[in-house]
């Protein structure tokens, strides 16, 4: 039976539940892949805490470079997350001839091209699956079964504490804050939950995904981000009205010759299935110009889900072992970019609902239509939320498709207008769902 | 440059559409795998019928052994359908050491355990993603990505046709009739839709699911088959009201220690995801015990979209042939079976949706009930539809869980009242959906 030594580097949440899923499976895994996955050493600064599993003594170790230099190590799984002191171990590790699993998104997003550039060098594997959706193929799919299509579009729910809150709030009419500390006390939210809600541990993810589908790596400062933070519950009730679920999206597609990558909170009409990913769930939706759409769903988050996206890069890893030239997979995305322009965020195109809180009385609509039309934004339709003369309320509007830069400006005039109160709200929504 | 040569068999629809691939994406995927396809020869009985693709004329044959004796050529693509002579030429092929891509669920399914043996006795690979769903990677998931887990149940929208069909009775309230010639209209039909139709496609494909979840191939005729001919419009709508929808559904679930398996049109709830599957999309939603739910959907059906199946397996077996077992892949779906009984149909518990016609007149409803109650069989709402006084109307049931022989039984009994035209029509719905 042919051996495959793991050094596991992070003895947490993941770890804990790939411990239980190779220990659980060891004869599903035998059988199927031919080989016996043997956790040689697990690396982590804490073995008091205590955890469902139990590790014999000499297999722990709370020096990392215990697993770096064992030549009996064939491949170490990264899960410590961050990008210190995670890139030196993991560029360490390939340097010594192991392989690599990780779920560290915000590593690959940032970090990538020195990982990917040290894994070529040495001429070993990088896996990945877990760092996008957990276990669900999104990766795999990307990498394996779409390659001789090309990607449209992709738009995905990728973020399970942002979109717990989103359903949350709508589906018990409470507010965000009490949404996040509902998703805090449920484990869905981190005590420190603003990479989630601001939506850059969605774009660490979606710069995957624009990597594998595109073949470029660009730099989160690079895209435009925004997250869901000030959404208000009477937005979410107002979209639903109108068929439209308020959804955190990470979004990229072709426009011509360059790319629209962005994330931030978007009104997805009912009748798509990107409407209907809830609580802790995530789901990517490929657009490719081969096999059209393509929608990958299932639990984004949790431990035996990303442990079950670790084990499967293990069982690649198998695959791979097998084979002569030893980077055969890692060749799957690599390739010169298609698109190498992003699209400003000023420059995008799109429907928008717009929020305002005006002063009803007669004269308010004409005034924002106005200022509207002289910025080129026309409108669908306008809704008054109630009745009440003289007092303030909502005035809802959809626009048909405008540039983002026009109604900026647009929106900044008519908050001047005595008329209005409070900074207009505005959300995108999507066109091409 | 390594090469990869390429016997076609078939060159109908899919034919086409994987040589307008590989021509289109050629640099492509020489980029991204190393290796260029090269299709060798095409062998079609009818070369006469105009094509989309040109072809040179040494490449074509109407003798398929001038493929499977071709020493050079390392992979045959079978795509002509239908069990003979598909079967032989795959057999054939595999004796002359050449691997082999197919997308032939009828094949697969009645006679796998043959053409799997083969495939082990020479030590060649099989693969089949274009067999279930098209390009949508669901065997590749259930061969690669989840094999860690073990898998509670599967629910498929696999089958088009029937599915079109469904979504245009409900969105147009047209009749099948009317529904299904217009499916046969817009080529989403064959002229004869009886294997589309009465569920026997779908069948297949999930008798090859079932093999790669729970490792054994059964029969088509141990199975419960119903198709969706006998839907009428009324139900439907009946359904809708009920926040229900009614799919032909692919099932097979763990019940104790024995698997049950059937295709029938089953009533699942909205919020439920297969729910919103229209037209000739395809889902399947895998349930694990590790990482939860899975939903995979797509084109599950069109010539670009099989042919992206059929070239993600030819990536596949490029991967596979730098490896020197050669038969890695293989081995991720063969294993013992974990189940091997199948529960019968007689013995599921279900809720089910009952349709009496009736006459309206005081006394009827109890002695429906009655009748239902004496076989154990519980209601959990009753409608009647109209009021039309000593005439027919409708009397719409949904029931608690109860067995299937019971409900037979009192429909049976029910039928012989007095008050009662037609048969009763039920439908099952879905419980873990």
Redesign the interface.
């Known amino acids: 039976m042919k051996k495959i030594n793991i050094g596991l580097v992070g003895f947490g949440t993941v770890g804990v539940g790939l411990l239980k899923?190779?220990r659980e499976?060891k004869s599903?895994?035998k059988?199927?892949?031919?080989f016996e996955f043997v956790v040689k050493r697990v690396c982590d600064k804490d073995f008091i805490t205590r955890r469902p599993v139990k590790l014999d003594r000499y297999i722990k170790t709370k020096n990392v470079n215990d697993i770096i230099n064992d030549p009996e190590i064939d491949v170490v799984v990264e899960l410590i997350g961050g990008i210190n002191p995670a890139k030196d171990i993991i560029i360490n590790s390939l340097s010594k001839k192991k392989h690599v699993v990780t779920a560290n998104k915000a590593l690959l997003a940032q970090e990538g091209k020195d990982i990917f550039k040290a894994a070529r060098h040495y001429k070993r594997n990088i896996y990945f699956?877990a760092s996008v959706g957990?276990?669900?193929?999104i990766i795999?799919?990307l990498r394996?079964?779409?390659?001789?299509?090309k990607v449209e579009g992709i738009f995905g729910v990728i973020n399970g504490t942002s979109n717990f809150v989103l359903t949350r709030m709508s589906e018990l009419g409470c507010s965000f804050n009490n949404a996040l500390l509902d998703a805090k006390k449920k484990g869905f939210a981190e005590r420190n939950p603003s990479l989630d809600i601001e939506g850059i541990d969605s774009a660490h993810k979606l710069l995957i995904l624009v990597y594998l589908a595109f073949g470029k790596l660009f730099k989160l400062e690079d895209i435009y981000i925004e997250g869901i933070s000030k959404i208000s519950l009477s937005d979410i009730k107002f979209a639903e009205e109108m068929n439209l679920v308020i959804k955190l999206l990470a979004i990229a597609k072709k426009e011509g010759k360059a790319l629209d990558v962005r994330v931030h909170p978007t009104m997805v009409p009912k009748?798509n299935?990107l409407s209907?990913v809830n609580g802790i769930?995530n789901?990517v939706y490929i657009n490719?110009d081969?096999?059209?759409?393509?929608?990958?769903?299932?639990?984004g988050a949790?431990q035996?889900?990303a442990?079950?996206?670790v084990?499967?890069d293990l069982?690649?890893l198998?695959?791979?072992l097998?084979?002569?030239?030893n980077t055969?997979?890692e060749?799957?995305?690599l390739?010169?970019p298609e698109l190498e322009k992003l699209v400003k965020i000023a420059d995008i195109q799109s429907k928008y609902y717009i929020r305002f809180m005006a002063i009803d009385k007669p004269g308010v609509l004409a005034r924002i239509a106005g200022v509207l039309g002289k910025f080129g934004i026309s409108i669908s339709s306008v809704t008054q939320k109630g009745r009440r003369r003289a007092k303030i309320v909502p005035i809802i509007m959809l626009t048909h498709e405008s540039k983002e830069k026009n109604l900026r400006l647009a929106l900044e005039k008519i908050y001047k207008l005595a008329v209005i109160r409070d900074y207009p709200v505005a959300i995108r929504i999507e066109k091409e769902l």
Chains 1, 2 share one sequence.
Do not use: H, V
């Open positions: 899923i190779l499976r599903l895994i059988e199927k892949t031919g699956e957990a276990g669900i193929p795999k799919t394996e079964s779409i390659i001789a299509n009748e299935m209907s769930f789901a490719t081969m096999m059209g759409d393509l929608l990958l769903y299932g639990q949790g035996l889900s442990a079950s996206g084990a499967s069982i690649d198998a695959r791979d097998q084979s002569s030239s055969f997979s060749k799957l995305f390739r010169k």
